[in-house]
């Protein structure tokens, strides 16, 4: 229910992203949609990533139900199942970075585009980890209330504080060296899955932007 079917759905996920963030205190600094899931990679302010979660699932699960309804779908039982949300504490900053990969390539590793940035309305940019970049995301039309939820809400990611420690604070040779492990791990994720599927006698294909719209 996350995937593009609506582009409703990118804005809301980061409306209710950005509400979830600043009521607890937490720092956003990576976040990635698939169809079915989400991987979102944060710093917590104490022990409250719990409450943090759940101001995110309910508000984004009362969002889809409502806009399923207005586009002339059932609404659902769940939207996100009974199961515990995984989480886990990265230690280093090696696992951070292998991790905002992870996230980073989700799409192009299940075969749905070919580049990060192709997958309607998950693309997410590294510069955004520059100081002063903001994103701002407008109330979308269904389910928010107009008379107590804000009309834009300001969605700031920052990078894990390890990292702007092991670059000596500086923000831009970051940037600079997380775009190159990206375009490095694209290649080597691109290289595996022509080696896969030449292995099986086939070609390597991704469904592309338009198949990812229609799931």
Not at 91 to 120: F, H, T
Not at 172 to 199: N, W
Request: hydrophobic share 35%; aromatic share 8%.
């Amino acid at each position: 229910m996350l995937g593009a079917w609506d582009t409703r759905v990118a804005q809301g996920w980061k409306y209710c992203l950005g509400l979830a963030a600043a009521k607890h205190d937490v720092a956003l600094h990576h976040t990635m949609r698939a169809v079915s899931h989400h991987h979102t990679m944060v710093t917590p302010n104490g022990k409250n990533i719990a409450e943090f979660t759940r101001a995110l699932h309910r508000p984004m699960s009362c969002f889809l139900n409502t806009l399923l309804q207005r586009r002339g779908f059932d609404a659902l039982d769940q939207v996100f199942d009974h199961r515990p949300t995984h989480r886990m504490r990265l230690l280093d900053c090696e696992a951070m970075v292998q991790q905002a990969m992870y996230q980073q390539m989700q799409n192009v590793e299940s075969g749905r585009v070919r580049r990060p940035e192709e997958m309607p309305g998950c693309g997410f940019d590294f510069d955004l980890w520059l100081p002063g970049r903001t994103l701002e995301v407008r109330r979308p039309d269904v389910y928010f209330d107009p008379r107590t939820q804000p009309d834009v809400v300001r969605l700031n990611y920052t990078p894990p504080p390890e990292l702007v420690v092991l670059f000596g604070g500086d923000y831009h040779r970051l940037v600079h060296a997380m775009k190159k492990q990206e375009r490095e791990t694209l290649a080597a994720l691109h290289e595996r899955r022509r080696m896969q599927a030449r292995a099986r006698g086939k070609r390597d294909r991704y469904r592309g932007a338009d198949a990812a719209r229609n799931v």
